[in-house]
């Protein structure tokens, strides 16, 4: 089992900048591909980043390239999302995933079986 817990949501500013993190519990976080998705109420959960078990390979959503970076640090169990440039409607519930099941680096959420419970973003206007 992987627990997952995420921090470091709040509210900012159009156009500044959050970053979020997932720690991970089980020691084989540093064989997962993680990612973070979004999702606002009535839609569907969307891809923001993910990346690769080993940090050297990480893919980005049209909407995030340029704004976001995702990192890892295998050693402390832990992945970030730094958020730069914020805009209203990155404003959702940041959820963080995992996946356990292949060495792939999914975009899509069946592509991950473990989920944070979310952490809310509020870019304000």
């Known amino acids: 089992q992987v627990q997952l817990v995420e921090s470091g949501g709040g509210l900012v500013q159009a156009g500044g900048s959050l970053g979020l993190s997932c720690t991970a519990s089980?020691?084989?976080?540093?064989?997962?591909?993680m990612a973070w998705f979004r999702q606002v109420p009535g839609k569907e959960r969307e891809f923001v980043a993910a990346?690769?078990?080993?940090?050297?390979?990480?893919v980005y959503a049209d909407s995030a390239k340029g704004r976001f970076t995702i990192s890892r640090d295998n050693a402390k169990n832990t992945v970030y999302l730094q958020m730069n440039s914020l805009k209203p409607e990155d404003t959702a519930v940041y959820y963080c995933?995992?996946?356990?099941?292949?060495?792939?680096?999914?975009?899509?959420?069946?592509?991950?079986?473990?989920w944070g419970q979310g952490t809310q973003v509020t870019v304000s206007s």
């Open positions: 995933a995992a996946n356990s099941k292949s060495l792939l680096v999914p975009t899509t959420r069946r592509g991950y079986d473990y």
């Open positions: 990346i690769k078990w080993s940090g050297g390979t990480t």
């Open positions: 089980g020691r084989t976080f540093s064989s997962y591909a």
